[in-house]
Nanobody
Framework: QVQLVESGGGWVQPGGSLRLSCVTS????????MSWYRQAPGKEREFVAT???????KYADSVKGRFTISRGNGDKSVYLQMDSLKTEDTAVYYC???????WGKGTLVTVSS
C-alpha cells in the first residue's frame, strides 16, 4: 500500500524559508519519480517541482531559483527546500508519485507578515 506523508509546513514571513518532507512507503522509492504540487485558496492544484530516479529535476517557472527538490533514497523521502518565500507561495503542498497517481494529504504553508 503506497503511502505519502508530508510534514514541515507552517507560517513564515515573506523572505523566509521552510523545508518540506515527504516520507514514503509501499513501493520501490529509489526507482520512482516524485513530485510536489500545491493548491492555493480558490485556485486549482499546480505543479511545483519533480525529481526523477537519477536526480534530474524540473521546476515551475514561478519557483525556479527559489525552491530546491531533493531526495533521500536511504530514508525513502523527498524534500522541498523553499527559500525567499513570497505571499503568493501560500498554499497546501502535496507530495505526488506520478506513476499510479498517488497523493499525500498535504501540508499547509502560509507566508504572511
Amino acid at each position: 500500500q503506497v503511502q505519502l506523508v508530508e510534514s514541515g509546513g507552517g507560517w513564515v514571513q515573506p523572505g523566509g524559508s521552510l523545508r518540506l518532507s515527504c516520507v514514503t512507503s509501499g513501493f520501490t522509492f529509489s526507482s520512482a519519480s516524485m513530485s510536489w504540487y500545491r493548491q492555493a485558496p480558490g485556485k486549482e492544484r499546480e505543479f511545483v517541482a519533480t525529481i526523477d530516479s537519477f536526480g534530474g529535476t524540473k521546476y515551475a517557472d514561478s519557483v525556479k531559483g527559489r525552491f530546491t527538490i531533493s531526495r533521500g533514497n536511504g530514508d525513502k523521502s523527498v524534500y522541498l527546500q523553499m527559500d525567499s518565500l513570497k505571499t503568493e507561495d501560500t498554499a497546501v503542498y502535496y507530495c505526488n508519485k506520478p506513476r499510479g497517481g498517488y497523493w499525500g494529504k498535504g501540508t499547509l504553508v502560509t507566508v504572511s507578515s
